[in-house]
């Protein structure tokens, strides 16, 4: 990351809240400050960059090295975010799994008993069976439909989930639906 392009973005709010590693920042900026003109915790983007053309080419030139370590503190925090979140996603997420597969279990039971009872019907030339059949469709379809949805609800659910715990872990707003790129297309 180009932290001195962050800091021109970043302007009146504070470093260490806006910018991954942004305490890193103030930190490598005060070691080149003398000590009245060293930065608060709580220094703004724009605070760091009077603070940074304050100081001599030489040492401006020293910054611009540094820049490497701020990079591999971020890489670190990004990979807690990382391991925190998997920690998040592998602890009691077990109930609703379990559910969703005896869901599945039972959807695909009922499924190979119609299809075999259809099979066998048509096989065997059962007509009265075929008859029952069509007549009782709307029976399988209530035995099948509601578990069929809580599948898809769940499965769409967990994206939704991990999507929001990405986005607010990394700082970057969520994707909406269609009405809202709609409405951010037209505000830019």
Known sequence: MNWFGALKKVGGAVVASVIPGGGEIIKLVNGFLPINKRLGDNATGADVEKAIDSLPADQKAQLLAKQMDVEITEIKEHSNVMATL????????????????????????????LMLMLAGAVVWKQTETLKLLYKYWPLALSLTGPPIGLLERYFGKRTREKEARYAGALGVPMKGGVLSSIVSAFKQ
């Open 86 to 113: 998997a920690e998040a996603d592998k602890a009691g997420a077990s109930t609703r799994p379990r559910v969703a597969m005896i869901l599945t279990y039972f959807v695909v039971f009922v499924g190979v008993v």
